[in-house]
Structures are given as structure tokens and as C-alpha cells.
């Protein structure tokens, strides 16, 4: 299907079902990008993840994989000889030359982007880095050869995860009221996004992760929502 067709159907599905359907701006459940995607990820995931790397001689586009599709398909050792060692692959991962979605190649640029956002306020910390070092440790810790043989390096750069950690799961509407609340979300994305990626089907899991804890926000704020002042107690003293 054309590009343009599946902008146009997944805007639809974000703008219309996820938010507007659902009462409007500070009213959804889900975060709508992250839902649009979903939807056209499981209805056509094969124009989902088909990218093209451009040749720089001539202007021929070829096919080719994400790294971490060459991960969940050949092994982290073809991986690194993809790249021709593991600080080349460190170097393509930070400035963006590797293969992946719109707007979540370039690591420095998303850093900077999140450091603006935290600048301004616009966001805290809590959520971002729980869920970036939840990935890292858990990465590392189950590694390909074992325990403590993992790369948290390579994945807590490869994916959508920075793009997911700090533009996308700080969402206000959809993510818990409390920092207490927003620690255990940020965790449980992490966490999620790890057992997709090493244990499931797909090689990225942050879209799905986020969503999932979007849907156990209710259940976290009521169960770390702070205790009114006075609350609790007998009338009179008693």
C-alpha cells in the first residue's frame, strides 16, 4: 500500500478512535501516535518494516534490515560483522547511520531533544531514565551467552526506545500522576520492551510496552495515589 494511504489511515486511527472518540485533548487512555502505529503495524507489517538504504554514489535505494531485526533474525555476532565491529555499530546507533523508523535513528539528536525538554520543564527525568537503564540492565543480565553477557549499550540505543523513553512514555495524559507512579510505569515499559525483544515474535517492543502499561495507569494511581491529609482517621479524635 502507498505511503501516503497509510499516513492518512493511521493519523485517522490516532486522531479520531484514540483520542477524539474518547472525549478529546486530556481525555485519552492510550497514547494516540503510539496506537496508530499498533494498528498499522498488525494490519501491514511487512510496509511497516521494509526500509531502504540509500546508496551514496549513486542515488539506488536497496532493501535492508533494522539492526534490530538482524539481532532477532542472524544473532548478535552477525550483527557486530554487519557493522564491521562493535565501535563502528556504537558510532552508527549514536549519529543515526543505521537503518530504522522516522525520527528514532539519530541517538545524539533524540538526547538533545530530551535534554531540551527537560530544560523547559516540560518534562522530569524519573520516566525516561528508569525506562532507558530498566532496558540497559535487564539487557545486559540476559545476554546471548548467558547471564551478565548482554550488550545494554547497543540496546538502549537501537530501536524507538530513546525516541519512545522521552517523547512518548512522558506523555502527561497517559502516564501515572505521581513520580512514585511514573517510576513503576517507566519500569514495567522497560521491562516489557526487553521481553519482547529477547522472548517475542517481534524484534521492537517499545510501542507495544507503552501501550500496555498505558493501560494499567488507572490501576498504579490508585494504588500510589497519596493519602489526603487527615484521611483515614475517626471523627472527634476517636
Known amino acids: 500500500m502507498a505511503v501516503p494511504v497509510l499516513l492518512a489511515i493511521g493519523s485517522f486511527i490516532a486522531i479520531v478512535i484514540a483520542k477524539q472518540s474518547m472525549g ?13 502505529r499498533a494498528a498499522l503495524m498488525v494490519s501491514w507489517p511487512v510496509a511497516m518494516t521494509t526500509w531502504t538504504q540509500m546508496q551514496t554514489a549513486t542515488v539506488d ?7 534490530l531485526n538482524i539481532l532477532k533474525q542472524q544473532g548478535y555476532d552477525q550483527l557486530v560483522a554487519t557493522f564491521g565491529g562493535t565501535a563502528p555499530m556504537y558510532k552508527a546507533m549514536l549519529l543515526g ?4 523508523s522516522l525520527g528514532e535513528t539519530s541517538t545524539i539528536l533524540l538526547l538533545l531533544g530530551g535534554a531540551y525538554l527537560l530544560y523547559r520543564g516540560y518534562i522530569n527525568w524519573h520516566v525516561p531514565v528508569c525506562m532507558i537503564a530498566t532496558v540497559g540492565v535487564l539487557t545486559w543480565v540476559f545476554g546471548p551467552a548467558g547471564l551478565f553477557t548482554g550488550d545494554p549499550i547497543f540496546h538502549m540505543m537501537a530501536g524507538g526506545l530513546i525516541i519512545g523513553a522521552f517523547f512518548m512514555a512522558t ?12 517510576i513503576i510505569f517507566a519500569v514495567g515499559a522497560g ?3 526487553v521481553l519482547i525483544r529477547l522472548v517475542g515474535g517481534y524484534p521492537e517492543g517499545v510501542c507495544y510496552s507503552i501501550l500496555l502499561m498505558n493501560a494499567v495507569t488507572p490501576l498504579i494511581d490508585r ?13 472527634d479524635g476517636k
Open 191 to 193: 521491562a516489557i520492551t
Open 61 to 67: 535505494a536497496v532493501t535492508s534490515a533494522t539492526p
Open 97 to 100: 547511520t543505521r537503518n530504522g
Open 171 to 182: 506523555d502527561m495524559v497517559t502516564i501515572p500522576i505521581t513520580i512514585k507512579g511514573q
Open 223 to 235: 494504588f500510589v495515589k497519596p493519602r489526603i491529609l487527615g484521611s483515614g482517621g475517626h471523627k
Open 24 to 36: 478529546g485533548l486530556g481525555f485519552n487512555i492510550f497514547n494516540p501516535a503510539h496506537i496508530g
